[in-house]
């Protein structure tokens, strides 16, 4: 049975691993149990535990703070990743790691192949690009998946806004010129179970980045629409509180209406064709995500 040594348990994508990996064994750790911005905290914690496979979806992911903090971004989403690359190198284990949509710029018409130049826009996605090269260049079995816009029911995010939001407000406004696919945690756990029982880290061609995100596309503006439809469709069997907001009261808007400290790529679609020709796995459409996460919330 593989030694699993899964971070960032209490973030959306940790827990929704650690509810998937009950066949292995797993050290399941917290940001207060490792801290990623100490080095020394990692090595000592993986002296100590010598797992085979790294999975560490930890990260430091408050886009725009990032711009006042780049030191602990950079800690936290470039040296940390480098070090437990590092650590499990010398333990002959593998690691899978996550990355982000974010270190393209968005200017691409269509959805992005791994292949495609990276050119990350501010500190956040900076530092996780960093990320992936310190990995790339320890040389270890790796698997580096870039995903975009996670939610869950779990943790904070778009979708947990969006209905706080439509319960206090008669309207909203929302960004629809931002082109991605929401993806759910769900999604990711049971796509990241199957990728560990199929990986083979000896086979060299195997290492590398791969695109994982729910498939389809929409809008911020058309994500939070499908999430006021999808909560009134559910509302009377969950006895969920009535929102305020109705579908034809959330007002479409520019990035430029909306300005943030971090840009924010305008096209952050993934092309997963490779994790489907290599692993064999495919990920559900954007809409069915949404729907297992709303069966599994609790208002």
Known sequence: MKKILLTGVNGQVGHALLSKFSDYQVIALSRNELDLSNQNDIRRVMRETKPD?????????????????????????????RILAEEAARLDAALVHFSTDYVYDGNKASPYVESDAANPVGVYAKSKLAGEDAIRAVGLPHLILRTSWVYGAYGKNFLKTILRLAGERDSLRIVSDQFGAPTSSISIGD?????????????EN?????????????????????????Y???????????LKTKVENITAITTAEYPTPAAR????????????????IKLPDWEQGLQQVMQQLEI
Request: glycine letters at 6%; hydrophobic letters at 35%; charged letters at 20%.
């Open 232 to 242: 009134k469709r559910q509302e009377n069997t969950r006895e969920w509180p009535k």
């Open 53 to 81: 496979l790294v999975v560490n979806p930890a990260a430091y992911t408050a886009v725009d703070k990032a711009e006042g903090e780049s030191e602990l971004a950079y800690a936290i989403n470039a040296m940390a990743p």
């Open 191 to 203: 796509a990241v179970l199957e990728l560990v029982g199929k990986w083979q880290p000896l086979q």
């Open 265 to 280: 790529p305008s096209n952050s679609r993934l092309d997963n064709s490779k994790l489907k020709e290599m692993f064999d």
């Open 206 to 230: 195997q290492t590398g980045i791969y695109h994982l995100s729910n498939a389809g596309s929409t809008s911020w503006y058309g994500f939070a629409c499908e999430i006021v439809n999808e």
